[in-house]
């Protein structure tokens, strides 16, 4: 499986990005794909959950309300559409995907995904 992130750049706050991630070969359908980001000095975080099969999204909670990830399966793409963009959302954005079905307590981990992009830049500043 590859995984490539796309839609990352400078943005000013208030703005707004969306971020693609295609995945092949894939069906959607059966994995759950995540978006995580890490900032400079911190420590990589999930930010954002699909899991299409049983029509879950999850959202950590700096990010709810503002972000929307999205599914295309023609395009085996996920979106994160990122509203209202701070300057503490920059970050380098990476996809994860899993085959397995992973739940609310696990989405987050990053040891539970096996494939991951090689990540986009998002730089919110004025």
């Known amino acids: 499986v590859q995984v490539v992130e796309s839609g990352g750049g400078l943005v000013q706050p208030g703005g707004s990005l969306r971020l693609a991630c295609l995945i092949s070969?894939?069906?959607?359908?059966?994995?759950?794909i995540s978006w995580f980001r890490q900032a400079p000095g911190k420590e990589r975080e999930g930010v954002s959950c699909?899991?299409?099969?049983?029509?879950?999204?999850w959202y950590t909670n700096s990010v709810r309300g503002r972000f929307t990830i999205s599914r295309d399966n023609a395009k085996r793409t996920v979106y994160l559409q990122m509203d209202s963009l701070k300057p503490e959302d920059t970050a380098v954005y990476y996809c994860?995907?899993?085959?397995?079905?992973?739940?609310?307590?696990?989405?987050?981990?990053?040891?539970?995904?096996?494939?991951w992009g090689q990540g986009t830049p998002v730089t919110v500043s004025s």
């Open positions: 699909i899991r299409p099969r049983v029509n879950s999204k």
């Open positions: 994860a995907v899993e085959p397995r079905g992973l739940i609310l307590s696990t989405w987050s981990r990053e040891s539970e995904y096996t494939y």
């Open positions: 070969p894939a069906t959607l359908e059966s994995y759950t």
